[in-house]
């Protein structure tokens, strides 16, 4: 923004004129001090900016439409757009908020839970047989297990979403879950959540509200820890990218710590390259001070994240301080007693086994290259799995972008990362700084492998369970600082990056609507479920030597046009065409590309012609697999089945019977 030619007013209206982004030292020192008063006084400055809005301002206007069209940047102003970054970010999460219904990210259920004994003077989890948890308020139980059912198979309707979810309130009475997932991490981390829902119950606001308020609350805190880093040091191109991205995006608006996490990551790593920085800042005790309270708090909730406990004792090498050391070491010892804490007191009954977690930690500790053949052996089967859940594999794991999508996106960071790099460093400091920061990067990735399997892997095992892409957003913004540096990039090449980066990230919003739309709001009328007797699933295996008949009855009178099977596609390595012939008064064929399909879901296929049926009439069902195909697809299936598709392997009867919509128009 262009400078009046008025001196400026001293407070808030004089800082507001100030770049959100900056790289002075003197800035850098000042903001973390004042920072809840001066982005108060932002925003209050801001708004009053707009409200009384004058002829006169329209060249700050022009100016701003001018650097985003690519010209010059103005004298005197900040070399990142970050107003128009920070307007962008408000309303992404006002338009996927409406768009993403309650409890989608994985084991959201669980961090409300914790968030909301947190708020009721609960601080640890109760340790119990059937698994570390508490007492949980059944209003909110029942809000959970409505909006569940929807993430586990469901759709949106106007009766759950304007005559259910409004109404259910706080019963007061409260029923004892299981929660041990959440029992890991430090409880500091639950503080939004938990301070919105105590406000929402002081209020009696119904939970769909409470909801709402606890989202918000997440958001606001995790944007305001970015733009708190981004005072401190210029975020490179990579590490806007990364903030851009669909999954990084979505789990911010969740009442998850995803993004919290990612939020303190961002600052602690601006922090610590701001102080190695060659001069000394005023206010650079309390700087460290925010710095290893980040740390703590990251490292205490995700243990993937302590490696980062480095960055204070660099720091204290960097300005040769005892003092600095030493209180590098206390956040060291408290960083791994709770670690240890957590590990000892939490009761984990959700993988059964005859170890405990700190044996099987002990045991590949001891064998570290029987752990390495694991980690080698599990990323050559899922590397692309990981590739996609780090992109944008939304939800329940259910909710995909395009193949093609993921693919751009994964190298477009690449490039980004790439071209931030920077060989220039002010300080020795800086230098080592970077390379602890790439080391530690690469020991985070390890320690998401080791985590899992001492948590969550079946011992012994051959390959790590449970392993996402999106844990790896830590080390992965860790190596953005590692490769970018503290000094910004100048001139034209800076200018292009930022229009690149305001693509990327509407072409990510983009998809990301596309793909919440298509998920949970388009409703799929025609399709008829088959009734299981059990809600177990086994699979069905089928290669191309298989033949897969039955039969089953016309649900409606109409034109069946279409079929649906639950395929498991072996995390996308599965190929050939599925092949079906469908059989009444005459036949029809169709096929699909099950490379093309989502793993876990549906794959629908359409037949070449519709065929007229009536209803409970019998058809004829053969599926089968195309000659080129060299994996194996998995049908989902289910036992004890009533009614509906009855089938046989190869002429043999199976108790069995496949996951199978039909679609009757």
Not at 126 to 140: K, V, Y
Request: a positive charge.
């Amino acid at each position: 923004m262009r400078h009046s030619s008025r001196k400026p007013n001293n407070g808030w209206a004089s800082w507001s004129r100030r770049p959100i982004f900056s790289s002075s030292p003197h800035t850098r020192s000042n903001c973390l001090c004042t920072l809840a008063t001066r982005l108060f006084g932002w925003s209050t400055a801001r708004f009053a900016w707009l409200v009384t809005w004058k002829p006169s301002r329209r060249h700050i206007l022009a100016d701003d439409l001018y650097v985003l069209a690519g010209g010059r940047e103005p004298a005197r102003r900040a070399a990142v757009p970050a107003r128009l970054l920070i307007l962008l970010a408000l309303a992404c999460g006002i338009l996927l908020n409406a768009l993403i219904p309650p409890g989608q990210s994985p084991d959201e259920e669980s961090h409300l839970a914790r968030s909301y004994l947190l708020s009721m003077g609960q601080i640890l989890l109760d340790r119990n047989p059937g698994g570390s948890g508490g007492a949980i308020d059944d209003g909110l139980l029942k809000f959970d297990d409505i909006f569940h059912a929807i993430g586990v198979s469901g759709k949106l309707d106007a009766a759950l979403m304007d005559g259910v979810a409004p109404n259910i309130r706080w019963t007061g009475t409260r029923s004892q879950r299981s929660y041990a997932g959440t029992g890991y991490y430090f409880p500091v981390i639950y503080l939004p959540q938990a301070l919105a829902l105590a406000i929402s119950r002081a209020l009696n606001l119904s939970i769909a509200h409470s909801y709402t308020l606890a989202r918000a609350f997440v958001f606001l805190t995790t944007l305001g820890l970015i733009v708190a880093a981004g005072r401190l040091v210029t975020p490179s191109s990579v590490v806007l990218a990364l903030l851009a991205m669909p999954m990084v995006i979505f789990q911010s608006i969740s009442t998850t710590i995803d993004g919290l996490a990612l939020g303190l990551c961002m600052l602690a790593l601006s922090c610590f390259m701001a102080l190695l920085q060659s001069q000394r800042v005023e206010g650079e005790r309390g700087l460290f001070l925010v710095m290893c309270i980040a740390v703590f708090i990251l490292a205490g909730s995700r243990a993937h994240a302590l490696p980062m406990i480095l960055l204070p004792f660099v720091v204290a090498w960097h300005r040769r301080s005892r003092q600095l050391l030493l209180f590098s070491l206390l956040v060291l010892v408290l960083t791994l007693a709770w670690t240890s804490f957590a590990l000892i007191t939490v009761q984990d009954p959700r993988i059964p086994r005859e170890v405990g977690t700190s044996q099987v930690l002990r045991y590949y500790l001891l064998h570290p290259f029987k752990f390495l053949g694991i980690v080698g052996a599990t990323l050559k089967d899922k590397w692309a799995y990981y590739r996609d859940t780090f992109i944008g594999t939304l939800g329940y794991l259910d909710v995909y972008l395009p193949a093609w999508y993921e693919s751009v996106a994964f190298i477009v960071m690449i490039l980004l990362g790439l071209v931030s790099f920077q060989w220039r460093n002010q300080t020795r400091g800086e230098t080592v700084g970077r390379i602890v920061l790439a080391i530690g990067a690469v020991g985070s990735c390890v320690l998401v492998f080791l985590a899992l399997l001492a948590t969550w892997t079946p011992f012994p095992s051959t390959m790590v369970d449970g392993v996402q892409g999106r844990y790896f957003h830590i080390p992965a913004m860790m190596l953005a600082y590692a490769v970018a540096g503290s000094q910004p990039l100048d001139g034209r090449r800076r200018y292009a990056l930022d229009m690149v980066l305001i693509v990327f990230f509407l072409a990510n919003l983009g998809m990301t609507a596309d793909a919440l739309l298509s998920r949970y709001w388009v409703p799929e009328r025609n399709y008829r479920e088959q009734q299981f007797a059990s809600a177990a699933h086994d699979p069905v295996v089928l290669s191309k030597d298989n033949v897969l008949s039955g039969e089953f009855d016309a649900p409606a009178n109409g034109s069946l046009y279409s079929v649906a099977f639950n395929l498991g596609t072996y995390f996308g390595r599965a190929n050939g065409d599925l092949q079906v012939e469908v059989c009444g008064k005459q036949c029809v064929r169709g096929r699909t590309n099950v490379a093309l399909a989502v793993d876990n879901r549906y794959a629908y296929l359409g037949l070449d012609k519709p065929l007229l049926v009536t209803v409970g009439e019998s058809l004829q069902l053969t599926v089968t697999m195309s000659s080129n195909s060299t994996h194996p697809v998995v049908l989902w299936a289910g036992k004890g089945r009533t009614g509906g598709l009855h089938v046989k392997m190869n002429g043999q009867a199976i108790e069995l019977a496949p996951d199978f919509l039909p679609a009757v128009q």
